[in-house]
């Protein structure tokens, strides 16, 4: 599992450093080319491109996010869980939990 979710995370930083970089190569072209975009009044158009590209990088460093908060919960829960699981079988099979059993 924690192999599995390595890979993903190699995975999306690599989509969010793509992204990323495609953002910053459209700013590093507009900042050169600002006084051709000023005459001609293309502010808004080139805006429009650098939200997009932006949009496209948030929504990978979200994605990013999401799986890491279910792999926190799973790492914290994880044991809590089995050990509920552990218990309600040994209940399930006819025994009795008692803490006097549990406990010598």
């Known amino acids: ?17 793509y992204r990323t970089d495609e953002r910053i ?8 080319a ?23 990088e948030i ?5 990013s996010n999401y799986y890491r908060a279910v792999n ?5 829960t994880s044991s809590k869980i089995i050990l509920f699981i552990s218990f309600l079988a040994y209940v399930l ?3 009795i939990l008692t803490a006097e059993k549990d406990c010598s």
């Open 25 to 32: 190569r459209i700013m590093n072209e507009m900042t050169s």
């Open 34 to 56: 600002m006084r051709v975009i000023k005459m001609y009044a293309w502010e808004w158009p080139f805006r429009k491109v650098i939200e997009q590209a932006r949009r496209l």
């Open 93 to 95: 099979s006819g025994n």
């Open 72 to 76: 926190l919960t799973l790492f914290f």
């Open 1 to 17: 599992m924690q192999s599995y979710m390595g890979k993903m995370f190699s995975r999306l930083r690599l989509q969010t450093a």
């Open 59 to 63: 929504d990978v460093i979200l994605k």
